[in-house]
């Protein structure tokens, strides 16, 4: 199917949806209907980029037959928007291009982070809070929402680990490419003769799944309460209000203890037990159809690394994209932006030469 045909039918598509989901029977299925709601607004960008894209080549058609038949002032001015109507249809077909590539699924979710120290001891746990403050900043300046799920504090204040929600629009698609091991480069706290020190800690990014994404039979998890250890005033040990929830089936285990509740605690665990069941369904899918088996976090030693932060020199490199800034003080009070725009910049990149070639 050449690109015209393919459009015509996606626009015969986002007319049939159109008329679908006003369907008393749609609406009454609820998974159908969110698929369906998604779907439609994938082809209403599609459908608008398109009309633009006609639009605008419709205006360089009568620009260059107003040069052909002009002469003098008006001629310059004709060629003038014959270069501006060349110009904007480039950009109008890349636009294009790029929103009939493969859409990710989890482009529009919100999104589940894990962060966890790794090599390096109580200064693999500093780097972990370190990573968590940074997200936290970006998370503000994109004017996202974040929430704690879940924390173990370390014994010098940083985190053994560390669970939280970001909310907002499109961080799936701004965050997915911080999944990985991170490694920093400098003096520990800890370290009294000024040695340069490399740790690691390592970042999950979970697309979070809502209830019609995942289907958990009740039958298959085990669900066990215990009483709450760590900061938390006197409903520590007095309580059972912790839970641990294993899904048998994977053996997939996911505690939670940060919330007085043990129903809210509950609740937290589900949401974070679906995320990780949606994104290892999504991962075996994909690598069925890839031969690409790593997980996202490797086993986060050192020498596995997809960014280094190095602090003497006030550096950060990001190995995957051979990209390096000099300005790590900014990029960990939260400026990430270069960093992500590349990424993502990079990853349009090779999607489209996977479709075009």
Do not use: C
Not at 197 to 222: G, K, M, N, R, Y
């Amino acid at each position: 199917m050449n690109l015209a045909d393919r459009l015509r039918a996606l626009g015969e598509e986002f007319v049939a949806l159109g008329t679908r989901l006003a369907d008393p029977d749609l609406l009454a299925d609820q998974r159908r209907y969110a698929a369906e709601s998604r779907r439609y607004r994938e082809l209403e960008a599609i459908v608008a980029a398109h009309e633009r894209l006609l639009a605008r080549e419709a205006d360089l058609a009568v620009a260059r037959e107003l040069f052909a038949e002009s002469e003098g002032a008006e001629r310059e001015l004709a060629r003038a928007e014959v270069t501006a109507a060349e110009a904007d249809i480039a950009t109008r077909s890349e636009e294009l291009r790029l929103l009939l590539l493969p859409r990710d699924p989890n482009d529009d979710k919100n999104v589940i982070m894990e962060i966890r120290g790794a090599e390096g001891g109580e200064e693999a746990n500093l780097f972990a809070r370190d990573l968590f403050e940074m997200y936290r900043g970006y998370a503000a300046r994109q004017g996202w929402r974040v929430e704690v799920l879940s924390s173990t504090p370390s014994d010098l204040g940083g985190f053994n680990e560390v669970t939280f929600r970001i909310e907002g629009d499109h961080p799936w698609t701004r965050l997915r490419g911080e999944a990985g091991p991170h490694r920093v480069q400098r003096v520990p706290v800890t370290e009294s003769q000024g040695r340069i020190h490399t740790s690691s800690a390592t970042v999950t990014v979970l697309p979070e799944a809502e209830e019609v994404d995942v289907d958990i039979d009740p039958a298959d998890l085990q669900i066990d309460v215990y009483r709450s250890s760590g900061a938390g005033g006197q409903h520590v040990n007095t309580t059972d209000s912790a839970v641990r929830i294993t899904h048998r089936p994977t053996g997939t285990v996911v505690t939670m203890q940060d919330e007085k509740s043990q129903i809210q605690n509950r609740a937290r665990a589900l949401a974070v037990l679906r995320s990780r069941l949606l994104k290892a369904s999504q991962d075996r899918q994909a690598a069925e159809r890839s031969d690409q088996r790593r997980s996202q976090i490797g086993g986060g030693g050192r020498s596995e690394k997809i960014r280094t932060y190095n602090v003497k020199e006030n550096r950060v490199t990001d190995h995957r994209i051979g990209l390096t800034l000099y300005k790590l003080d900014r990029v960990l009070a939260g400026e990430l932006d270069d960093i992500v725009d590349a990424l993502v910049a990079d990853d349009r990149a090779r999607r489209l030469a996977e479709e075009l070639g």
